[in-house]
């Protein structure tokens, strides 16, 4: 288990008691980080019930991550330097989720890639003087990045261009900085970003049947991969997007039905006991 103590990380995107930024404040405080907490502004009653008596929280910000100046602010606000940032941030107008992709508007579009991929940049451009030269970021991606996922549409080409600036950050502020950049790449996991998602229960049960784990994430494995991204043990990791998502991503087709698999565990014909 990784231990933090003494360490300070910044987390964007908590929205409440299930969103994958939350999980990952409490595993990253649980292991002695100090946490600074990065929040939309319509949320702060639901943020200010999640960081009461938490006494690893040290300090909450209102941050619009697809504005320059208030991303500005927030770091104006932050003092000292961090050892780590997460990004889980997305968003993309409701009407993109149910309308085809041939139907998305270039506003539409515009607004998906700049508060889910170019916020990225956003905030490590500005956050750069306030991380430690070993520092690591971490966001959050899908596998509708790189394939057709259901009802995700524009979101698609937003995580992809996310996965392609985390190769570019990590080029770009690694000699410079010595920062790490990675993805995770999460199996689907219930949030209020995933519940805009039509099809997304389905898509749940699909996975859970499918998965080589036969089972589907959890906060806690999404949260926990990230907390070693952030960690020296994974201090020559960058660039990359990680997958934990129980290994879907891995499958070409479905699963073998289990009786075949039973079989091959048996003693072949012949077998000398
Ligand atoms: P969530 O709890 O709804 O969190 C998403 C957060 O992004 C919300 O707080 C949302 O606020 C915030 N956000 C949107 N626009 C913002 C802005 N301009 N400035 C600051 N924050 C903004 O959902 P989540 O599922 O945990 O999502 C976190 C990340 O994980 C996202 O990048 C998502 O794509 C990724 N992810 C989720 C899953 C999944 O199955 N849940 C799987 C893979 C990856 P608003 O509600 O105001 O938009």
């Known amino acids: 288990m990784q231990d933090f103590t003494g360490r300070r990380m910044i987390v964007f995107g908590v929205a409440s008691d299930t ?27 639901r943020v200010l019930q999640l960081v009461k008596d938490q006494t690893w929280i040290e300090q909450y910000v209102e941050c619009d991550v697809s504005q320059d100046d208030s991303v500005k602010a927030f770091y104006s606000k932050v003092s000292g330097k961090f050892d780590g940032l997460v990004h889980a941030v997305a968003f993309a107008p409701a009407e993109t989720f149910v309308n085809p992709i041939t139907e998305t508007t270039q506003e539409d579009f515009t607004v998906a890639m700049v508060v889910s991929s170019y916020s990225l940049v956003r905030v490590v451009k500005h956050g ?128 073998e039905p289990q009786p075949l698999l039973l079989e091959r565990h048996q003693d072949p014909p012949g077998a000398i006991a």
């Open 19 to 45: 969103s994958l930024a939350w999980a990952i404040a409490r595993v990253l405080g649980d292991r002695g980080a100090r946490v600074t907490l990065g929040y939309q502004k319509r949320f702060l009653s």
């Open 128 to 255: 750069l003087a306030h991380l430690n030269p070993d520092a690591g970021v971490v966001t959050l991606t899908f596998l509708g990045a790189s394939r057709v996922t259901p009802g995700y549409h524009v979101m698609g080409p937003a995580k992809a261009a996310l996965e392609a600036l985390v190769r570019e950050l990590a080029a770009a502020c690694g000699p410079t900085h010595g920062l790490r950049v990675n993805a995770i790449s999460a199996g689907p996991v219930k949030t209020l970003a995933a519940s805009g998602v039509p099809g997304f229960d389905s898509l749940l049960d699909l996975m859970a049947k499918s998965t080589p784990l036969r089972r589907n994430v959890s906060h806690e494995d999404v949260a926990r991969a990230t907390s070693f991204l952030l960690s020296p043990d994974a201090a020559g990791i960058t660039g990359q997007t990680i997958y934990v998502d129980a290994g879907y991503s891995a499958m070409g087709g479905p699963p």
